[in-house]
């Protein structure tokens, strides 16, 4: 062990030892919850459905990019599905009639990209504007929902701007675009228009980020097994501090964090061998709700299984019988 993760163990056991007690997900308890089904949508290449490829005994295929990659749920409660397969972005009314369809290889032919997109991620910018990760050109590909020409912000040869592969995507309400890299293990942020900041976050991935551009993280230590620490700062390249710990009364196998909502409340999500929690946590590191639900089975390897709207609505998706179900919990 090097004398800087002997020093970030000691920090992190400090921390947790003079924690305040409404920061410990364990004090909160809670009766299991369940999803309720929203919307069914079936498999194939019309524009009322998405297309995800399956075994002939009827299973997805395992490995990501065998079906949709990426979901959003906007203001109004439409569904934006990113269809990585059939190369484009669908959008869905709460009842699921299609009402807008992107075609992104058309989009990507515009912007000036040399190859068929392939979508591993989908988030809303500015206002009128989606970000798309794609993953075949290594760019984003931004599109304007008013029509205006699509653009494309690519890698540098090096520097700030450099990124070797793209995981993930992040917006803050000023537009800046927050790029994780796990290739690199780095996220890199571009402003508006693709320029690179000269801030990089090093060792930060599985991030974060609000309206106002708080970046949140999670972190884990070797010497405490089955408890996870959320990190915050105020701004990128702010120091870390601590808002509060994941823990419970069987260990934490895995954690992720969801997002921020519009009232910057940080939504988390963790396993223990028997079952799903929730988590929303105020700006003070307040736990505000923690739900419970039974494990669920997507059906197969997508990026993000789990999302949230600006309310704080959760969502999650599972597949079977040629029909992807979108499923919400309110």
């Known amino acids: 062990m090097t ?12 921390i947790l030892l003079a924690l305040p007690l409404f920061a410990d997900t364990e004090l909160v308890k809670l009766d299991n919850t369940e999803f309720s089904p929203w919307l069914s949508i079936a498999r194939g290449e019309d524009v009322t459905q998405l297309l995800w490829l399956s075994e002939p005994g009827g299973g997805v295929l395992d490995g990501p990019f065998q079906g949709p990659m990426a979901f959003v749920t906007d203001r109004n409660g439409n569904l934006w599905a990113g269809d990585t397969l059939n190369a484009r972005i669908t959008a869905f009314t709460p009842k699921g009639r299609p009402i807008k369809v992107i075609d992104l290889i058309k989009k990507a032919k515009q912007a000036g990209l040399a190859s068929d997109p392939v979508l591993a991620d989908l988030v809303p910018g500015i206002p009128g504007k989606l970000l798309v990760a794609d993953v075949a050109n290594n ?27 793209i995981n993930q995507l992040h917006s803050d309400q000023q537009g800046n675009i927050f790029i994780e890299d796990v290739a690199s293990r780095r996220t890199i942020i571009l402003n508006r228009d693709g320029k690179p900041f000269s801030q990089i976050l090093d060792g ?33 390249g702010k120091k870390l501090q601590s808002l509060a710990f994941l823990r419970d009364d069987e260990p934490i196998i895995w954690a992720g964090l969801q997002g921020y909502d519009a009232l910057n409340r940080l939504h988390a999500i963790y396993d223990t061998t028997s079952s799903r929690f929730y988590v929303s946590i105020a700006e003070d590191g307040t736990i505000v709700r923690k739900l419970q639900t039974a ?18 609505n959760l969502y999650s998706v599972t597949i079977s019988s040629d029909h992807l179900k979108v499923l919400t919990l309110k």
């Open 295 to 312: 494990h669920t089975d997507p059906g197969y390897d997508l990026t993000r299984p789990d999302w949230l709207d600006a309310n704080g």
């Open 204 to 236: 930060l991935l599985g991030i974060a980020v609000s309206r106002s551009s708080r970046v949140a993280v999670l972190a884990a230590d070797e010497k405490l097994p089955g408890i996870w620490q959320i990190l915050t700062a105020e701004k990128p």
């Open 3 to 14: 004398r800087q993760t002997k020093l970030t163990a000691l920090l992190f056991s400090v």
């Open 139 to 165: 760019a984003i590909l931004e599109i304007d929902l008013r029509n205006a020409p699509p653009r494309a912000f690519r890698s540098s040869a090096s520097g700030s701007g450099s990124w070797l592969q």
